[in-house]
């Protein structure tokens, strides 16, 4: 996160002759020039209301919501995705996070999606047709109110690169089902384990979920079925 530097002060070199020559209008505007010099720098971290300052995100991000219902297929399910807004600083995350509706109060079928900007959330996009997600569900009934947390610290690690091989995240999703949430992180490619393996790790620790099984899953072999290793799959 870039630091944000303070303008140089200027002094003039003569008061006295300053004030002589320059036309009332100007000696005003230098004024003005010198309490905007002089102006503090204050972030949210100081004031939630009244910050001048912003704090730049490597990345701009996305944030989607669908609710396809139960006969949902791949045409009516790409209808129902709707873009909600980009963001690109940590005060603008804030505003939109603090502002929609909490994953605990969603609707059966409903998800969100963050996603880098120019990637929709879909496997068939370029940046994901090679990926793959993980993956970790969690049961409604011992979870409840926690998944906004989770979903947030989810959504934190992303945004403020805090796994491993940021360049390989493409996004997360979270969704909520009849009896359970899941949350999903996905990934640019699904052929390098190592690679995967520590991302997945470090998405434990932010979690703290370190007994909760994360399963990896390449998105071409989503459906398939047999032995984990021979597609793809692996459990964290």
């Known amino acids: 996160m870039s630091a944000v530097e303070t303008p140089p002060q200027v002094e003039p070199a003569a008061t006295a002759s300053v004030d002589a020559v320059v036309p009332t209008d100007a000696a005003d505007t230098t004024t003005e020039s010198k309490d905007t010099e002089n102006e503090e720098s204050i972030t949210i971290f100081h004031d939630r209301m009244n910050y001048n300052v912003k704090h730049p995100l490597h990345n701009e991000w996305t944030l989607w919501f669908d609710n396809p219902g139960k006969k949902a297929n791949v045409q009516s399910w790409s209808q129902n995705l709707k873009e909600i807004v980009t963001f690109k600083t940590i005060e603008d995350f804030w505003a939109v996070f603090n502002n929609i509706i909490k994953v605990s109060r969603l609707d ?3 998800n969100y999606h963050l996603f880098k900007k120019g990637i929709r959330p879909e496997w068939e996009d370029p940046a994901n047709e090679s990926g793959g997600k993980f993956s970790v569900q969690l049961p409604k009934n011992r979870t409840g109110e926690a998944i906004n947390d989770l979903w947030l610290y989810t959504l934190l690690a992303c945004i403020g ?7 390989e995240i493409t996004g997360a999703v979270v969704s909520v089902r009849k009896v359970f949430f899941r949350i999903s ?5 699904s052929d390098n384990k190592e690679v995967l393996e520590a991302i997945g790790k470090k998405l434990k620790e932010s979690l703290n979920i370190p007994t909760m099984p994360l399963d990896f899953t390449p ?9 984990a290793e021979s597609s793809g799959r692996f459990t964290i």
């Open 161 to 167: 690169e805090q796994l491993p091989n940021e360049n």
């Open 219 to 227: 998105h071409s072999d989503a459906g398939a079925k047999g032995p």
């Open 185 to 189: 992180l996905w990934t640019r490619s």
């Open 108 to 110: 059966i079928s409903s």
